[in-house]
């Protein structure tokens, strides 16, 4: 399991097994969790029980916790309280019972990169990692077999091997400062409100449908009871026409593709960035993906003239999407042996 602050991804060590994305945004109630975790385990029991359950965090952060160590200290609860034979994942990527949790909780938080890169490690021995997810982007080093990242958020976000900002729910203004509109292109500075969100973007673009829209639209509020029917590619426009103050009808469609398009832009240019750093820094030649977002990944790759390996062409789609599970239940496996 990966409990994160907007996910809860599930998955087990067989490749055609079982493997959920759940979206239970904790900060909004953190109680959801055990929701969540005891609809989990009934799926569970239709089926082959689970031998031991292996567990990576990063929900630790959320706001609803005034620290990470109470928000870690709750979701060992959670998982403990629902499942029996629970073991943790720690930064030096070792599985400790849920008493060794309790005795220091920050070793246990922002862990779920670190499973992922550590599956990767066993089988790619030099490579830069990238993992872009609904929130936020991993980009990591792995060298001679070895995990070369820092092993705290705030030390990853320092060096570039951390990116916060993803496929689904990053504010476009953050993204985007000014974008060019209109037929000349003329320079218009963003917003900065909460209008439209990156699924916006890549709904427009084709690369989500609605069914991938898994998180709120910023005008939910808006549409209750209904708001799946308005994940739909004209209100996305609308929602990235706001981001200039415009109306869809103000600046038509065109222009409302083009701010998707340097959203787009915007996030592969950044994690080139990134990329270009560790690859100058370790000599690494070669890019290996997972996450909804591979195909960012492949293009700040091919802009760099590097090898890019996507893992869904391994795993597939839905073990790719929630890949820090599949990995930490893989070495759990590998862990028993």
Same mark, same amino acid.
């Given at each position: 399991?990966?409990?994160?602050?907007?996910?809860?991804?599930?998955?087990?060590?067989?490749?055609?097994? /079982?493997?959920? @994305?759940?979206?239970?945004?904790?900060?909004?109630?953190?109680?959801?969790?055990?929701?969540?975790?005891?609809?989990?385990?009934?799926?569970?029991?239709?089926?082959?029980?689970?031998?031991?359950?292996?567990?990576?965090?990063?929900?630790? +952060?959320?706001?609803?916790?005034?620290?990470?160590?109470?928000?870690? *200290?709750?979701?060992?609860?959670?998982?403990? @309280?629902?499942?029996?034979?629970?073991?943790?994942?720690?930064? %030096? &990527?070792?599985?400790? %019972?849920?008493?060794?949790?309790?005795?220091?909780?920050?070793?246990?938080?922002? @862990?779920?990169?670190?499973?992922?890169?550590? *599956?990767?490690?066993?089988?790619?021995? %030099?490579?830069?990692?990238?993992?872009?997810?609904?929130?936020?982007?991993?980009?990591?080093?792995?060298?001679?077999?070895?995990?070369?990242?820092?092993?705290?958020?705030?030390?990853?976000?320092?060096?570039?091997?951390?990116?916060?900002?993803?496929?689904?729910?990053?504010?476009?203004?953050?993204? *985007?400062?000014?974008?060019?509109?209109?037929?000349?292109?003329?320079?218009?500075?963003?917003?900065?409100?909460? /209008?439209?969100?990156?699924?916006?973007?890549? +709904?427009?673009?084709?690369?989500?449908?609605?069914?991938?829209?898994?998180?709120?639209?910023?005008?939910?509020?808006?549409?209750?009871?209904?708001?799946?029917?308005?994940?739909?590619?004209?209100?996305?426009?609308?929602?990235?026409?706001?981001?200039?103050?415009?109306? +869809?009808?103000?600046?038509?469609?065109?222009?409302?593709?083009?701010?998707?398009?340097?959203?787009?832009?915007?996030?592969?240019?950044?994690?080139?960035?990134?990329?270009?750093?560790?690859?100058?820094?370790?000599?690494?030649?070669?890019?290996?993906?997972?996450?909804?977002?591979?195909?960012?990944?492949?293009?700040?790759?091919?802009?760099?003239?590097?090898?890019?390996?996507?893992?869904?062409?391994?795993?597939?789609?839905?073990? &790719?999407?929630?890949?820090?599970?599949?990995?930490?239940?893989?070495? +759990?496996?590998?862990?028993? &042996?």
């Amino acid at each position: 399991m990966d409990v994160g602050g907007a996910n809860t991804k599930v998955a087990t060590s067989d490749v055609n097994g /079982f493997v959920d @994305t759940i979206y239970a945004p904790l900060w909004k109630n953190n109680a959801i969790l055990y929701d969540v975790l005891s609809g989990t385990k009934q799926k569970f029991e239709t089926g082959e029980e689970a031998e031991l359950i292996g567990v990576v965090m990063t929900g630790e +952060l959320c706001d609803c916790f005034e620290t990470k160590r109470e928000g870690v *200290l709750h979701i060992k609860r959670a998982v403990s @309280t629902v499942f029996e034979n629970v073991k943790f994942f720690n930064t %030096d &990527c070792n599985f400790k %019972d849920g008493s060794e949790v309790d005795k220091d909780p920050l070793s246990f938080a922002a @862990t779920n990169w670190l499973a992922s890169a550590k *599956l990767v490690s066993e089988q790619y021995r %030099d490579a830069i990692f990238v993992d872009i997810g609904s929130t936020t982007t991993d980009v990591i080093p792995v060298v001679g077999g070895e995990i070369k990242a820092k092993r705290t958020d705030l030390e990853r976000l320092k060096s570039g091997e951390l990116i916060y900002s993803g496929i689904l729910r990053t504010n476009v203004a953050t993204l *985007l400062k000014k974008v060019e509109i209109g037929e000349i292109g003329e320079v218009c500075k963003t917003s900065a409100e909460l /209008f439209a969100i990156t699924a916006d973007a890549y +709904l427009v673009l084709g690369y989500i449908n609605k069914d991938d829209y898994s998180c709120e639209s910023p005008d939910s509020h808006a549409f209750v009871g209904r708001e799946k029917e308005e994940k739909n590619r004209v209100s996305a426009m609308r929602r990235l026409a706001r981001v200039v103050c415009c109306d +869809l009808e103000e600046i038509g469609e065109d222009s409302a593709v083009g701010i998707a398009e340097q959203v787009k832009e915007a996030q592969v240019a950044e994690l080139a960035a990134s990329i270009e750093r560790i690859k100058e820094k370790y000599g690494l030649k070669r890019v290996v993906s997972a996450g909804i977002g591979e195909f960012i990944a492949k293009e700040a790759a091919d802009s760099l003239n590097i090898g890019s390996l996507s893992l869904s062409s391994i795993y597939g789609k839905k073990i &790719c999407a929630a890949f820090p599970a599949y990995a930490v239940a893989r070495l +759990l496996e590998e862990h028993l &042996c």
